[in-house]
């Protein structure tokens, strides 16, 4: 069965992905799961310098969510390249790199760094972060900041570029055609929805920083929604995700056109799941008698 | 994902539970001051996991000792023999095990790593004095736990109980720290409220000799992939990951 996809001039062996900031830098997952057998794995969302991330509670359970802010805490490259590459050259499956800055200048510096090593095999830009030099407004939501962003990212990164936008994402179909133009190879979708906690008994907001992002289960219909206008506006290869537990959810994002899909949430509370959606997908294969993936992808119009 | 059989569940008293769990590797590697993290829900409700400490091994099982808190404890609670559950661990660094002569300090349901830490000290020969106090005279029903170890016990309860000294663990250690000077090479260890170790970090005593914390945090994934268990590192900027770095640090390390 040939489960082989291909995000731009990527191939992957199987659609499923370990998703940015749930499956660490790959290491911590070593216990559970093979990640050879997976299609790839993105790892934690890095930027330049070490960030230290917001203060806690960063962890908040909602019915069939999680909400987290985490605040992109990370190790910063160099760090990165110490602890954690030469243990990466021995792993057999791509290796997606997560990066984000505060500043244009911040984001191009790290994809930069990315792309000179050999064993990145693609950059993930995450561009739901608060622009410093906006007055933290993300640069997702202003369509212009964010199209000078892409094209100077570009013009930096010879390997697969992949954009990874959300819900906030200003003006859609204006950013997705400057996403094309500018030679974007593919985009994840989506991020975490900005969402709300409130704490009744202390009377206040859960999350110092007020407003989180809300994954698992629970985004999964608006997650749907997202990739399924992204597909009617674009031609670019889709990785989608948001609340994907099982093979069913894996199959959805792929019927409705996604190439790829990836495993978030659902890594936090069983790491080994995407090791089941791999057989899970094939399963479906042969029962309705397709041979390759190519024959699922984007079926539901 | 693999499922866990229930071996066996007692409550003790209104709201504390043992629940023992079949699971040779488990019991085989696990070491005192580590957890694991165990699915109480079938479906999504709780959606994550929740972190217990391990309270002992046998050959082919462990064994958890909650208290009924919320939503996931209670569904822990209602589980019975034959019931599976999901499990992952054990987890996190665990405390060291190789002082001269220890202190044990525990307040509440801190009792749990501390008595599976007392039996290895007791199984190894090593001195230890272990210190356990409870706010009310409902959570004694814990007490049962040190019965092997009651000659080196000191209990206290801070509503009046006869039999027991009355105030905080820390009144009764204070006390009886003035009469028992400490060789070197000892080691306090620690697992309770937040407030706990907050007066520790204030008590003079507790500078002058390496004092192992056991914390709690609210964790999401508890193998270090989430980055959810953020606690304040003491000296200079950034957090430490309580299900990776630890659960267990040394007091002087963590901002509490
Ligand atoms: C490493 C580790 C080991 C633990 N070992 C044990 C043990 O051996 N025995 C035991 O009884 N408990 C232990 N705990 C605590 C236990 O994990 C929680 O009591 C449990 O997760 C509560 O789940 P719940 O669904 O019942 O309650 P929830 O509904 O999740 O919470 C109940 C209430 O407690 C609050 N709460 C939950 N977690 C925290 C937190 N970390 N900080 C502040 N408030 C919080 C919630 O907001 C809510 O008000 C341990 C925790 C950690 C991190
Ligand atoms: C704890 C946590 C940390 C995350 N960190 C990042 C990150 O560093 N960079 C990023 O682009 N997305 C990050 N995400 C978003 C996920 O990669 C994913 O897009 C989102 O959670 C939706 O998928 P899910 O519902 O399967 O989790 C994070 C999500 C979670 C839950
Ligand atoms: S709970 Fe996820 S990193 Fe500690």
Same mark, same amino acid.
């Given at each position: 069965?040939?489960?082989?996809?291909?995000?731009?001039?990527?191939?992957?062996?199987?659609?499923?992905?370990?998703?940015?900031? &749930?499956? +660490?830098?790959?290491?911590?997952?070593?216990?559970?799961?093979?990640?050879?057998?997976?299609?790839?794995? &993105?790892?934690?969302?890095?930027?330049?310098?070490?960030?230290? +991330?917001?203060?806690?509670?960063?962890?908040?359970?909602?019915?069939?969510?999680?909400?987290?802010?985490?605040?992109?805490?990370?190790?910063?490259?160099?760090?990165?390249?110490?602890?954690?590459?030469?243990?990466?050259?021995?792993?057999?499956?791509?290796?997606?790199?997560?990066?984000?800055?505060?500043?244009?200048?911040?984001?191009?510096?790290?994809?930069? =760094?990315?792309?000179?090593?050999?064993?990145?095999?693609?950059?993930?830009?995450?561009?739901?972060?608060?622009?410093?030099?906006?007055?933290?407004?993300?640069?997702?939501?202003?369509?212009?900041?964010?199209?000078?962003?892409?094209?100077?990212?570009?013009?930096?990164?010879?390997? &697969?570029?992949?954009?990874?936008?959300?819900?906030?994402?200003?003006? =859609?179909?204006?950013?997705?055609?400057?996403?094309?133009?500018?030679?974007?190879?593919?985009?994840?979708?989506?991020?975490? #929805?900005?969402?709300?906690?409130?704490?009744?008994?202390?009377?206040?907001?859960? #999350?110092?920083?007020?407003?989180?992002?809300?994954?698992?289960?629970?985004?999964?219909?608006?997650?749907?929604? =997202?990739?399924?206008?992204?597909?009617?506006?674009?031609?670019?290869?889709?990785?989608?995700?948001?609340?994907?537990?099982?093979?069913?959810?894996?199959?959805?994002?792929?019927?409705?056109?996604?190439?790829?899909?990836?495993?978030? &949430?659902?890594?936090?509370?069983?790491?080994?799941?995407?090791?089941?959606?791999?057989?899970?997908?094939?399963?479906?294969?042969?029962?309705? +008698?397709?041979?390759? =993936?190519?024959?699922?992808?984007?079926?539901?119009? | 994902?693999?499922? $866990?059989?229930?071996?066996?569940?007692?409550?003790?008293?209104?709201?504390?539970?043992?629940?023992?769990?079949?699971?040779?590797?488990?019991?085989?590697?696990?070491? *005192?001051?580590?957890?694991?993290?165990?699915?109480?829900?079938?479906?999504?409700? *709780?959606?994550?996991?929740?972190?217990?400490?391990?309270?002992?091994?046998?050959?082919?099982?462990?064994?958890? %000792?909650?208290?009924?808190?919320?939503?996931?404890?209670?569904?822990?609670?209602?589980?019975?023999?034959?019931?599976? @559950?999901?499990?992952?661990?054990?987890?996190?660094?665990?405390?060291?095990?190789? *002082?001269?002569?220890?202190?044990?300090?525990?307040?509440?349901?801190?009792?749990?790593?501390?008595?599976?830490?007392?039996?290895?000290?007791?199984?190894?020969?090593?001195?230890?004095?272990?210190?356990?106090?409870?706010?009310?005279?409902?959570?004694?029903?814990? /007490?049962?736990?040190?019965?092997?170890?009651?000659?080196?016990?000191?209990?206290?309860?801070?509503?009046?109980?006869?039999?027991?000294?009355?105030? $905080?663990?820390? $009144?009764?250690?204070?006390?009886?720290?003035?009469? !028992?000077?400490?060789?070197?090479?000892?080691?306090?260890? /620690?697992?309770?409220?937040?407030?706990?170790?907050?007066?520790?970090?204030?008590?003079?005593?507790?500078?002058?000799?390496?004092?192992?914390?056991?914390?709690?945090?609210?964790?999401?994934?508890?193998?270090?992939?989430? %980055?959810?268990?953020? @606690?304040?590192?003491?000296?200079?900027?950034?957090?430490? !990951?309580?299900?990776?770095?630890?659960?267990?640090?040394?007091?002087?390390?963590?901002?509490?």
């Amino acid at each position: 069965m040939n489960l082989e996809t291909r995000l731009g001039p990527l191939v992957l062996q199987n659609p499923v992905i370990l998703a940015s900031g &749930t499956c +660490g830098y790959g290491r911590e997952m070593v216990p559970f799961l093979d990640l050879d057998r997976v299609g790839a794995i &993105t790892l934690k969302g890095l930027s330049v310098m070490p960030w230290e +991330g917001n203060p806690p509670p960063r962890i908040h359970e909602t019915a069939a969510g999680v909400m987290n802010s985490i605040g992109l805490e990370n190790k910063g490259f160099h760090r990165f390249v110490q602890d954690d590459l030469s243990w990466l050259e021995t792993v057999h499956t791509r290796v997606i790199a997560n990066v984000w800055g505060r500043t244009e200048e911040e984001y191009i510096g790290i994809a930069r =760094l990315m792309d000179r090593l050999e064993r990145i095999d693609a950059v993930e830009v995450n561009v739901s972060c608060p622009n410093v030099e906006k007055g933290g407004e993300s640069f997702a939501t202003n369509c212009r900041v964010l199209h000078q962003l892409i094209g100077a990212i570009r013009r930096v990164v010879q390997k &697969t570029l992949l954009v990874k936008i959300g819900p906030t994402v200003a003006e =859609l179909e204006k950013t997705l055609k400057f996403m094309e133009r500018e030679g974007v190879d593919g985009l994840s979708v989506t991020n975490t #929805f900005p969402a709300l906690a409130v704490d009744s008994e202390r009377q206040c907001l859960v #999350f110092e920083r007020k407003v989180a992002g809300l994954s698992g289960p629970a985004i999964k219909p608006l997650a749907l929604k =997202l990739v399924y206008d992204v597909r009617h506006l674009t031609h670019l290869p889709i990785i989608g995700m948001g609340g994907i537990m099982k093979t069913e959810d894996a199959l959805e994002f792929l019927l409705i056109g996604a190439s790829a899909i990836a495993v978030g &949430t659902a890594n936090l509370v069983d790491p080994a799941v995407a090791l089941e959606i791999v057989p899970g997908i094939e399963s479906y294969l042969v029962a309705h +008698g397709m041979n390759r =993936l190519d024959d699922l992808i984007g079926k539901v119009r | 994902m693999k499922q $866990t059989p229930v071996t066996a569940i007692k409550t003790r008293g209104g709201s504390f539970v043992e629940l023992e769990l079949a699971g040779k590797e488990i019991a085989r590697v696990s070491r *005192p001051g580590q957890f694991v993290m165990i699915g109480a829900g079938q479906s999504y409700d *709780p959606f994550l996991k929740r972190p217990l400490g391990i309270l002992s091994v046998q050959e082919d099982r462990f064994s958890l %000792l909650f208290q009924i808190v919320g939503q996931g404890t209670k569904l822990l609670s209602q589980l019975q023999p034959g019931n599976t @559950v999901s499990v992952l661990g054990p987890l996190g660094n665990g405390f060291s095990l190789h *002082p001269s002569e220890a202190v044990l300090i525990a307040g509440g349901r801190g009792i749990v790593p501390l008595v599976f830490l007392a039996s290895h000290f007791q199984q190894a020969g090593i001195p230890f004095t272990f210190f356990w106090g409870v706010k009310n005279e409902l959570e004694l029903v814990l /007490a049962s736990y040190l019965a092997s170890f009651s000659p080196s016990c000191v209990l206290s309860c801070e509503e009046a109980v006869s039999g027991y000294g009355c105030g $905080t663990v820390l $009144t009764s250690f204070s006390s009886w720290e003035k009469t !028992h000077p400490l060789r070197s090479g000892s080691r306090v260890y /620690a697992c309770g409220p937040q407030g706990m170790f907050r007066v520790m970090q204030k008590i003079p005593f507790f500078s002058g000799v390496p004092v192992e914390v056991s914390l709690e945090a609210r964790m999401g994934c508890g193998f270090g992939v989430c %980055l959810g268990c953020a @606690v304040k590192k003491k000296e200079g900027s950034g957090y430490v !990951h309580v299900c990776k770095d630890g659960p267990v640090f040394l007091l002087p390390e963590v901002e509490l």
